[in-house]
């Protein structure tokens, strides 16, 4: 022991007392400061950009770990003056244990260094102190793993090749093992499972600049890889003793090659629960791509999918604690339209097992096959009564896909406080037999969700859903009623599939807003500019708009890939992209807050025969020159932005008799005129009509079309009486 005491005190002086060395610590930990100090946007985008900074410094960094690893072992061990070495009584293992060590204790400045670096500037940004400490330490915990297995292949490179090529392979080495690993054999190939083999341990994350759930989805497999990165440093120093021990004669051989073969034991052992990891998400993801009933593309385009009306869903939603999903489920469905029908479709997601299911109290037999559910009709139906279809079920939601860059996705989860469960997946039965995914074309083996192509049309529905056992607070596109000692309670009727939230979030609000904005810590004070930014556009047309209808209540404002929806669904808005500019997103949360959504004008085929999307535009128009004091000619250069588009620049099929243009000229003269009360009436009169632009399936009882020529008389009408007066 006092041997190696000796050796290790040799390497630390070597290492601690080269000032070049010494300086190098000193020149990161100023780089990692800079930069996370410096981050373009930093207080809009500080964990996402945070992450790509200290990812790039690492890899960086993995370049000097590869130079100082070779460097130590030629230094004496590999270098042919140095061979008397080899008579000395100390073993190849204590001399490659003790520069391992000095080593890695030289590379641990870094690892806190960069921690360091985060966790101030973390603590600047007002987030708790324990979210903090949770990606500061998974920061540190990764640089040293990093390290680990960087430093050791270093050094067995140098071990096996003892001319000065082996700075060339070394350089190859740390190059595979960072960009080509991450650009060919991940994002190209899709081979995920290999990315515990890249040498830095910052791509191996559920999704790299997500906050949103990231790391913590993935916290077993990162665990698993961690033990076998260990496990693999551990099995490449024991090689390079191995060869070490082959060069000179030693008593030891038969201990060598058991050691050798612990070492190789231990990695294979560690590397089963990784694998195992992956060979389930696999499993699961090929037996979707097997099943016939799973369609392409090209196979959905002429699928017709034959509902029927459900007048109310009872759910109650418990979660139990190893994360399994318990759902029983109650259905009222009008008897009048099963008049001719042997049997009932749903679409219930296949991760389910169906334990019962009842249809107006009697037990009947059922097939589940993939996500569809077959119940037969086996009792006449009373035209005036309810048929109640009762049914309770059970599984583990982790529904993984490969796609997304290097790290794949899932487009549905429930995994601690974690919990992303949209009714797209069919967590709950969906009338009628719909497809939940989709192949992708081209003959990968990856999957989607089928809602991306289109066709998902429900019936309006009564739901009241009861939430138990969740580690968080659930956020939902339905209304929240109340909070139980068990859970939630949410209620409300929707055409919308039902999706929940839960994780890490917070609640921000505005005293001049009526609205809740949910999203992740790092993002509140982004937030609360938005916030900000909206409530001065909300001010403005609360002030003349009468009776104004707040068409949402409630942002979920989380990073996401893909939301499958549109951005609006039942007073809830979806802001799933990066806020980076602040004015431009509180437009549009205005916009659909003011005037709901529009996702049917693409079904106007002629402006005359409907102006909502030119009033529309008129309603910002009165914004951009009472509240920001623009020009006419300044709007028509273009500075109100996509808002005004409908006036200025819309299409010549859609708009050939150029109505935008005549109703903005109009507004324009009367503004000019000082007759703002005017046109604030007229377009009163209209608000009040509604202006939304509901696609044609939901259009029925909606607002209807406003031809131009009624714009024409109103107009006429309010301007005359103006001039009468």
Not at 14 to 40: A, H, K, S, T, Y
Not at 508 to 524: A, F, I, M
Request: charged letters at 20%; hydrophobic letters at 45%; a negative charge.
């Amino acid at each position: 022991m006092n041997k190696w005491r000796r050796l290790f005190q040799f390497e630390l002086r070597m290492l601690f007392g080269n000032r070049w060395l010494l300086g190098l610590p000193i020149v990161f930990g100023l780089l990692v400061f800079w930069n996370l100090e410096r981050l373009p946007g930093r207080e809009i985008l500080f964990f996402q950009r945070s992450y790509t900074s200290l990812t790039l410094l690492h890899t960086m960094s993995l370049g000097l770990t590869m130079l100082l690893g070779v460097m130590t072992i030629r230094r004496d061990i590999r270098r042919t003056s140095y061979e008397w070495n080899a008579a000395l009584p100390v073993s190849y293992m204590s001399r490659i244990s003790a520069k391992y060590t000095a080593a890695v204790l030289y590379f641990t400045i870094f690892s806190v260094l960069a921690g360091a670096a985060f966790a101030w500037n973390s603590a600047r940004m007002d987030v708790a102190f324990s979210i903090t400490r949770e990606f500061a330490v998974y920061y540190l915990l990764t640089f040293e793993v990093s390290y680990l297995v960087t430093l050791a292949l270093a050094m067995l490179l140098a071990i096996c090749i003892a001319n000065r090529a082996v700075y060339l392979i070394a350089f190859c080495a740390w190059m595979f093992g960072t960009f080509f690993l991450d650009m060919f054999l991940l994002d190209r190939n899709k081979w995920y499972v290999l990315r515990t083999f890249h040498l830095n341990q910052l791509f191996v994350t559920g999704d790299a600049d997500a906050e949103t759930w990231g790391i913590r989805l993935i916290a077993d497999e990162l665990a698993a890889s961690r033990w076998f990165v260990l496990a693999f440093a551990l099995l490449l120093l024991t090689a390079g003793v191995l060869l070490l021990n082959r060069i000179r004669p030693t008593a030891f051989r038969r201990s060598n090659w058991v050691a050798g073969g612990l070492a190789l034991v231990l990695a294979v052992g560690a590397f089963v629960p990784y694998l195992s990891i992956w060979g389930e998400r696999y499993a699961e993801l090929h037996a979707k791509l097997s099943d016939p009933g799973v369609k392409t593309v090209e196979a959905l385009r002429d699928h017709q999918v034959e509902t029927f009306q459900i007048e109310r869903y009872d759910i109650n939603l418990q979660r139990e604690p190893d994360d399994r999903l318990k759902i029983k489920a109650a259905l009222d469905i009008p008897a009048g339209q099963l008049t001719g029908r042997s049997e009932l479709l749903f679409t219930l997601n296949r991760t389910f097992q169906v334990n019962r299911l009842t249809v107006s109290g009697s037990p009947v037999k059922f097939s589940h096959e993939g996500e569809r559910l077959t119940v037969p009709l086996t009792a006449p139906l009373n035209a005036d009564k309810t048929v109640q279809v009762e049914m309770e079920y059970a599984g583990k939601v982790m529904d993984y896909v490969a796609q997304n860059y290097t790290e794949g996705s899932y487009l549905a989860f429930v995994k601690g406080e974690n919990v992303l469960l949209p009714g797209y997946m069919a967590w709950y039965p969906l009338p009628g037999d719909f497809p939940v995914y989709m192949k992708n074309s081209g003959g990968s083996d990856s999957l989607q969700a089928a809602v991306d192509f289109g066709g998902w049309h429900l019936p309006t529905s009564q739901f009241r859903i009861s939430t138990s056992g969740f580690a968080s607070k659930v956020y939902g596109n339905l209304e929240h009623m109340e909070q139980t000692g068990e859970g939630q309670v949410f209620e409300g009727k929707s055409a919308a599939v039902i999706r929940f939230y839960s994780g890490e979030f917070e609640e921000v609000s505005n005293p001049k807003l009526p609205v809740r904005l949910v999203t992740t810590p790092y993002d509140v004070k982004t937030a609360e500019k938005l916030l900000e930014a909206w409530a001065g556009e909300y001010v403005y047309f609360a002030g003349w708009v009468n009776h104004l209808d707040p068409k949402l209540d409630q942002v979920l404002m989380l990073s996401m890939n893909n939301n499958h929806s549109f951005d609006i669904e039942n007073k809830t808005y979806y802001l799933i992209w990066l806020v980076s500019e602040v004015d431009y997103f509180a437009d549009q949360l205005m916009n659909s807050m003011l005037l709901g959504t529009n996702e049917g004008e693409m079904n106007i085929l002629k402006a005359s025969e409907d102006v909502r999307p030119q009033l529309r535009a008129l309603m910002w128009y009165m914004y951009y020159r009472e509240y920001k004091g623009y020009t006419a000619d300044d709007l028509k250069q273009g500075s109100g932005g996509g808002l005004l588009y409908n006036l200025f620049e819309p299409s010549e099929d859609a708009d050939p008799d150029h109505v935008g243009l005549r109703m903005a000229a109009q507004v324009a003269g009367a503004l000019d005129e000082g007759k703002n009360k005017q046109v604030k009436e007229v377009l009163n009169h209209f608000y009040a009509l509604g202006l939304e632009i509901p696609n044609q399936v939901d259009a029925e009882g909606g607002p209807r079309p406003i031809p131009y020529a009624e714009w024409e008389q109103e107009w006429k009408r309010v301007m005359h009486d103006a001039d009468a007066n």
